[in-house]
C-alpha cells in the first residue's frame, strides 16, 4: 500500500510516500516559507538512491492548498516514476502534535476526531491549527482515500496521574486539563521498538530510557513496553536543554521577568521558546558549531554543552530511579544519533549504576542501530535512528488493516 505522510506546520509542509510493502521512500519533500512573498519547495523522488530525481521550484505559495497542489504535481510526475495517479495512494497519515487526553492511539480522521483536535488548540496554539490546515487541505485534495491521524501525544497516555499531575491546585486539572501530555511520541515508541528486535525480547517485557536529541529534545522512561513518563509537559517547553527552549527552569523566574523587567507573557513566552536553550546561552542552537566554537576557547560554548548534558545526565539518572531496572538507554535523533562526545557527557558518571559506555563504538558513525555499551556494562545502550515518517506510515497501514 501506498502511504503518504503529511507533517503540516504553520509555514512548512514536510511529505513523505512510502511504499508500505517493502517500507521504501518514494518521494520526500519539504515545502518552506508558505505565506511569504517567495516559498520553497524541494522534492526528492527515491532519495538516497542511484534513482534521486531531485527538484527545487522557487514561487510564491500563498497557502497550504497550494503547497499540497504542487507536491501532488510531484508526486504524481510520470517523469519522476513513484505513481502516476493520486488514486495509488491508499492512506494518509498526519502527524497532528496535541491529540490530549482524546487520543491514545491512531486514529481514522472524521468531522467528530477533527472536532476534537480542535478542542486541544488552546493546548497547542501553534501546532493544532498548522496540522489541522494539513487535514483539511488533504480532504479536499484526496476525497475519498482514508485519512489518520498520529498523535505526538498517543504514547505518553499510559502515564500514571503521579507522574502527569503538576502540583497546582486540582482545578486546573479538572477544568482546563493542565498536566503533562508529553510529546516525540511517535519517536520514543519506534525506536523502543526496534531496541526490543534488538535485544531480542517483546516490547512489553523492555524497561527502557529513550532519549530524543534533536532540536527539540525529551526522554521517555519507558516500563513494560509502556511510557510511564517523559520529560516534555503540558507544552513542549519542559525537561531538557534544547536548540532554543529553555527546558526547566524555577517557575517564578517568569514572575521576576514581568516585576523587574517589565516582560510581559507574550514577551517571556517568546523568550522561553525561541532565545534559550542553548542558543540562549551560546548564541548558537546548531550542536555542530557549539563544538567547533568551543574547541577554539568559547566559553559560552562549552557552558552550553556542559548545561546540556548534564541535564541528560540529571534525567537519565531519574528515569533509572523511575524504572528500578533498566534494560536499554537508547539514543536517537540529530544530536543523539551523531554526536558522541554528547552521547559520553551524558553519561558520564552512571559506571556505578551499570552503565558503562565502549569509547571505541561511541566514536563510530553508522546510519544502522550501534550497540555503544561495554560487554560488561549492566544496561545496554544503543544508538537508533528514528524514523517518524515510516511509523505514521506503519500505524496508518496498522488500522487501516484491522
Ligand atoms: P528536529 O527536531 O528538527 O527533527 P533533528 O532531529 O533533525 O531535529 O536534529 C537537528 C539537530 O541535530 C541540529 O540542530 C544539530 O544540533 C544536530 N545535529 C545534526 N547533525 C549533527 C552532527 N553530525 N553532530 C552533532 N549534532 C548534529
Not at 314 to 340: C, Q, R, S
Amino acid at each position: 500500500m501506498h502511504v503518504l505522510v503529511i507533517n503540516s506546520g504553520s509555514s512548512s509542509i514536510k511529505y513523505q510516500l512510502l511504499d508500505t510493502d517493502n517500507e521504501s521512500v518514494l518521494i520526500s519533500g519539504l515545502i518552506e516559507r508558505i505565506g511569504d512573498a517567495q516559498g520553497d519547495l524541494i522534492n526528492k523522488a527515491f532519495p538516497g538512491t542511484d534513482n534521486e530525481v531531485v527538484t527545487e521550484i522557487e514561487q510564491p505559495i500563498p497557502d497550504h492548498t497550494t503547497g499540497m497542489r504542487l507536491a501532488i504535481d510531484m508526486i504524481t510526475d510520470p517523469a519522476k516514476g513513484a505513481i502516476k495517479d493520486k488514486s495509488e495512494i491508499g492512506a494518509i497519515g498526519h502527524r497532528v502534535v496535541h491529540g490530549g487526553e482524546d487520543f491514545h492511539e491512531p486514529t481514522i480522521i472524521d468531522t467528530e476526531v477533527i472536532a476534537a483536535i480542535e478542542a486541544n488548540v488552546p493546548l497547542a496554539p501553534l501546532h493544532n491549527p498548522a496540522n489541522l490546515d494539513g487535514i483539511h487541505v488533504a480532504m479536499e485534495l484526496f476525497p475519498g482515500i482514508p485519512q489518520v491521524a498520529v498523535f505526538d501525544t498517543a504514547f505518553h497516555q499510559t502515564i500514571p496521574p503521579h507522574a502527569y499531575m503538576y502540583a497546582l491546585p486540582y482545578e486546573l486539572y479538572e477544568k482546563d486539563r493542565v498536566r503533562r501530555y508529553g510529546f516525540h511520541g511517535t519517536s520514543h515508541k519506534f525506536v523502543a521498538g526496534e531496541c526490543a528486535n534488538l535485544l531480542g525480547k517483546p516490547l512489553a517485557e523492555c524497561n527502557l530510557i529513550t532519549v530524543h536529541l534533536g532540536n527539540g529534545c525529551s526522554m521517555t522512561a519507558i516500563e513494560n513496553g509502556k511510557s510511564v513518563d517523559t520529560s516534555l509537559g503540558m507544552t513542549p517547553l519542559e525537561g531538557l536543554v534544547m536548540g532554543t527552549r529553555s527546558g526547566d527552569v524555577d517557575p517564578a523566574i517568569h514572575t521576576f521577568l514581568a516585576r523587574n523587567k517589565g516582560m510581559d507573557i507574550e514577551a517571556i513566552d517568546a523568550m522561553l521558546n525561541k532565545q534559550s536553550g542553548l542558543k540562549g546561552m551560546c548564541g548558537m542552537n546548531d550542536m555542530r558549531d557549539i563544538h567547533a566554537a568551543a574547541d577554539k576557547g568559547n566559553k559560552n560554548a562549552q557552558l552550553a554543552l556542559d548545561v546540556q548534558t548534564y541535564r541528560n545526565r540529571k534525567y537519565i539518572g531519574a528515569y533509572m530511579a523511575v524504572l528500578g531496572h533498566v534494560d536499554a538507554i537508547v539514543f536517537t535523533a540529530g544530536i543523539g544519533e551523531n554526536d558522541a562526545i554528547v552521547r559520553r557527557l551524558s553519561l558520564k558518571g552512571l559506571a556505578g549504576f551499570g552503565v558503562k559506555i565502549d569509547e571505541a563504538a561511541n566514536d563510530q558513525r553508522a546510519k544502522e542501530p550501534l550497540k555503544i555499551s561495554a560487554n560488561n556494562s549492566t544496561v545496554a545502550v544503543w544508538v537508533i535512528p528514528t524514523n517518524e515518517e515510516l511509523a505514521i506510515a506503519r500505524q496508518t497501514r496498522a488500522i487501516l488493516d484491522t
